[in-house]
Every structure is written in structure tokens, then in C-alpha cells.
């Protein structure tokens, strides 16, 4: 990635020299932008909600598995034979249900994940729309964007994150009980607060 942006920048230097063209480069840390946008917060505040609802749900499950487990410790001792494989199934119906939901919401491509690119995706869209706006308005040659590791050095004053940043954030207004912080979603999707009952261990989705 570096080396390309260098070739990148080595190419515009040359062709400002071959036809007496004005270079004028800039830089953005759209990183910045994510986490200190106005909109950015929202987005985390909405994730945040449906990702509490989505771990009510699994855990109100778990509970209600060791609920059943505890049950039938008391009561296996005084059941038939029946009676304990039908019991032992409900529970292993439970435990595939619960195994079910883990995945459905938390697994590679589900739930969290669609819902986390559908809130995202129209901020980083608006975001790189400014970039261009401001780089036709302005006449930049290029822009590069710091995030990505792609610049060894660049004077501060090429730095265009706070014009992009403002004008970003003037016409909303950033909510105040969450941090923006949390707009990312975590590599593991599967909440760190639950704890998998044993039986649905093999239903998380695997670490990236």
C-alpha cells in the first residue's frame, strides 16, 4: 500500500513537472471522521439497541436451559426411563434453539453484521462524497487518507479532516449516552457477557 502511494505520488510530481501543472495534495484521517462524527454516535446508539436485544434474547434462553437442567437434577431420581429421555430432549431442543439464535444473530453474516453495514454504510458513502466535493471545489490533485498507513509524512496544513469533520457534523447533532467509540463492531460478534450453556458450544460463529 505504501509503496503504491508513493509510485501515486512520484506520478503526479511528474507530470506537474512535464506540463507545468499545480500539485495540490491534501490528506484525511477517515478514522477521525467515524469516531468523532455527529452521525457516527448515532449509529452506535442504534447498534448498541439492537445488539442488547438480540443478548436479551439468547440469555433470556440460557436461563430457561439452566432452569430445565436444574429441574431435572431434582427430579430425574424419581422418573422413569421415558420420562428422562423426554425431558433430556426438550432440553436439547432448548439448547438448539439458543444455538440457533447465537448464529442467527452474532454469526459470520448474520443479524449484527447486516444491521452494522446498514447504519454504516450511508456515513462512509456521505463521507467520501464531501471528500470529492471538496476536492473538485477546491482543486486538489489528491487526497490520501492516513487511515489507511499510506503516508510517511505530510505537512499538518494538507490535513482537510477537520474542514471534512465540520461539515459533517453542522447539521446534526450528536446524541449524549453513547460513545462513538463503539461503532465498531468487535471481530467475535458473540456478546463477551454470555456465557454458552455446554451442548450449543459448536453453534458460535469463529473467531476471525
Known amino acids: 500500500m505504501k509503496k503504491h502511494i508513493l509510485v501515486l505520488i512520484v506520478l503526479v510530481a511528474s507530470f506537474a513537472l512535464a506540463y507545468a501543472q499545480p500539485v ?13 462524527s455527529n452521525e457516527a ?22 436461563d430457561e436451559i439452566k432452569q430445565m437442567e436444574r429441574d431435572f437434577e431434582i427430579r430425574k431420581l424419581t422418573m422413569n426411563d421415558a420420562a428422562k429421555r423426554e425431558t433430556q430432549s426438550r432440553i436439547d431442543t432448548k439448547k438448539t434453539e439458543a444455538g440457533r439464535l447465537l448464529e442467527e444473530y452474532f454469526g459470520d453474516g448474520g443479524k449484527a453484521e447486516q444491521r452494522y453495514r446498514e447504519l454504516i454504510d450511508p456515513l462512509t458513502l456521505k463521507i467520501h462524497n464531501l471528500i470529492k466535493k ?37 447539521d446534526t447533532v450528536k446524541p449524549t449516552d453513547v460513545s462513538p ?25 469463529d473467531k476471525k
Do not use: C, H
Not at 495540490?24 to 468523532?36: H, I, M, Q, S
Not at 454516535?41 to 440460557?62: G, Y
Open 24 to 36: 495540490k495534495l491534501g490528506f484525511v484521517n477517515t478514522d477521525r471522521l467515524l469516531l468523532e
Open 41 to 62: 454516535a448515532e449509529v452506535a446508539r442504534l447498534f448498541a439497541l439492537d445488539k442488547q436485544n438480540w443478548t436479551n434474547q439468547i440469555r433470556t434462553l440460557d
Open 134 to 170: 471538496i476536492a473538485e471545489d477546491e482543486k486538489y490533485t489528491m487526497i490520501f487518507d492516513v487511515s489507511m498507513g499510506s503516508l510517511l509524512y505530510a505537512l499538518p496544513t494538507l490535513d482537510l479532516t477537520e474542514q471534512i469533520l465540520l461539515e459533517l457534523n453542522k
Open 181 to 205: 467509540t463503539d461503532i465498531n463492531p468487535p471481530k467475535d460478534q458473540t456478546p463477551p457477557e454470555i456465557k454458552s450453556p455446554e451442548g450449543y458450544e459448536e453453534f458460535k460463529p
